[in-house]
């Protein structure tokens, strides 16, 4: 046999074995170094975002599918963790809606987590859910306290940047919500962060900090029986969100329940703003269970989560 033809039919055995090992052309999976969390998540990365190029594909978008997990991001303060609940659903084929779900002072995202009970929600209406760690417990809220002088509202803007190299993510479908501590956060990412968030759903906690930008959707619940977060500061900040979003004067108001009082700003030029006042309620998480987290009596005739994933369902950001 002729030696050129002998070298041809060598170099192509190469390229063929090459190819196998490869995986074909499109991206490879990438190996992460990160070990597996001590809890429930399935995977925990490294604190860096990966590199497009090297992630995983489902559909036409990057992700890891669904599932929970621990994901972290570095900032000049160090790591910010948070956990990430993918739905059940997903398949990376369009972009889902977002929640952030901010823990109350002293609390932790897995407290959060289990005392909301918005996974089952984020499963039924289709959204990713994030529950970020407040650095030492707990989120600086500006003009209330910030004595820490942590960048909080720049760690979430980040995270979301995060999340938008991971998965499929409608940008016009970013919410959060969370209570006390938390909910005052859910506020102060909406007022200053509007570009971003389309709406916020604050839980015994909600706050009016001078917003300027797009209209931010409201839905908020306060307890009458609150204590640590003392229910008349609640119906002012209502208003304020109400007129920022232009709203008119005067909500209608109905009772939906034996102690429950619903007030919502409709026909508003901007967004919808809705109050839910639970009459002897403590500060609480109207519909979890009971002793699972926040002080006093819990409300037991609605469900918070259930009704903010249904507000949501119907908000979108403006371009």
Request: with cysteine; glycine share 14%; hydrophobic share 35%.
């Amino acid at each position: 046999m002729d030696n050129r033809i002998v070298r041809v039919a060598f170099i192509l055995a190469l390229l063929l074995v090459a190819g196998a090992c490869s995986g074909g052309d499109g991206p490879s999976t990438p190996q992460s170094t990160a070990t597996k969390s001590p809890g429930d998540a399935p995977w925990s990365p490294a604190p860096v975002a990966w590199l497009p190029d090297r992630a995983a594909r489902i559909g036409g978008c990057y992700t890891r599918g669904p599932g929970d997990y621990i994901d972290a991001i570095e900032r000049l303060e160090g790591a910010r963790s948070f956990r990430l609940h993918i739905p059940t659903g997903y398949d990376g084929s369009h972009g889902v809606p977002v929640v952030f779900n901010f823990h109350g002072q002293g609390r932790s995202a897995e407290d959060q987590d289990n005392y909301s009970g918005l996974i089952p929600v984020a499963d039924t209406e289709g959204f990713i859910l994030v529950s970020p760690e407040g650095a030492y417990h707990q989120w600086d809220i500006l003009g209330v306290y910030a004595d820490e002088g942590n960048d909080d509202v720049g760690a979430v803007s980040e995270i979301l940047d995060y999340l938008k190299s991971q998965f499929c993510i409608d940008p016009g479908r970013v919410f959060a919500t969370g209570i006390s501590n938390g909910g005052q956060m859910a506020a102060q990412v909406g007022c200053l962060l509007p570009y971003q968030f389309a709406g916020i759903a604050p839980v015994a906690g909600i706050v009016y900090q001078g917003c300027d930008g797009p209209p931010v959707a409201v839905i908020a619940f306060h307890g009458t029986e609150d204590y640590n977060v003392p229910y008349e500061s609640a119906p002012e900040a209502v208003r304020e969100w109400a007129r920022y979003n232009r709203c008119p004067d005067t909500p209608e108001t109905e009772r939906t329940g034996e102690f429950v009082v619903r007030e919502s700003y409709f026909g508003c030029e901007g967004a919808p703003v809705v109050f839910y006042t639970l009459e002897g309620g403590g500060h609480t998480w109207p519909g979890a269970e009971d002793d699972t987290g926040g002080i006093g009596p819990t409300n037991h005739e609605i469900r918070a989560s259930d009704l903010l994933g249904e507000f949501f369902r119907n908000v979108r950001r403006g371009p």
